[in-house]
């Protein structure tokens, strides 16, 4: 089921596997970006999702407020959804790869749920659903 969908951003929860897929496409206003992330976070609590997919490969780099808001305010929400597993698909743009390391996987303090990234779709999906 499609509940957000821009020329920048696709939310999709996916009932059957409870699966949320955020699927980005470009470039977007520091407000759309902030503001979709903040409907994120509230999908995946009023759903109570467990899984989730975070595709960032055509994500442009963020300017330095926005990443700073992303450490600061998204991963913390993010850090207390109901997730058991997260995945996500890397950045293709090398700047927002390195920034996406820097917030994700640098942090000082992990995410509370198994964390993996993938090359594709279809692999993150599966291992999403996979027993153990």
Request: charged share 20%; net charge negative.
């Amino acid at each position: 089921m499609v509940y957000f969908q821009t020329d920048y951003l696709l939310l999709e929860y996916h009932v059957a596997s409870h699966v949320l897929l955020s699927q980005w496409y470009g470039k977007c206003s520091s407000l759309q970006y902030r503001q979709a992330l903040i409907k994120l976070i509230r999908l995946a609590r009023e759903l109570g999702v467990p899984y989730a997919i975070t595709d960032s490969r055509l994500l442009a780099p963020l300017d330095s407020e926005d990443l700073t808001w992303t450490r600061d305010v998204y991963v913390q929400a993010y850090r207390q959804l109901p997730l058991k597993r997260s995945a996500s698909l890397n950045p293709f743009d090398p700047a927002a790869y390195r920034q996406y390391q820097q917030i994700f996987v640098n942090s000082p303090s992990p995410l509370p749920f198994e964390t993996r990234e993938f090359d594709d779709l279809t692999s993150a999906y599966d291992w999403l659903i996979s027993e153990g």
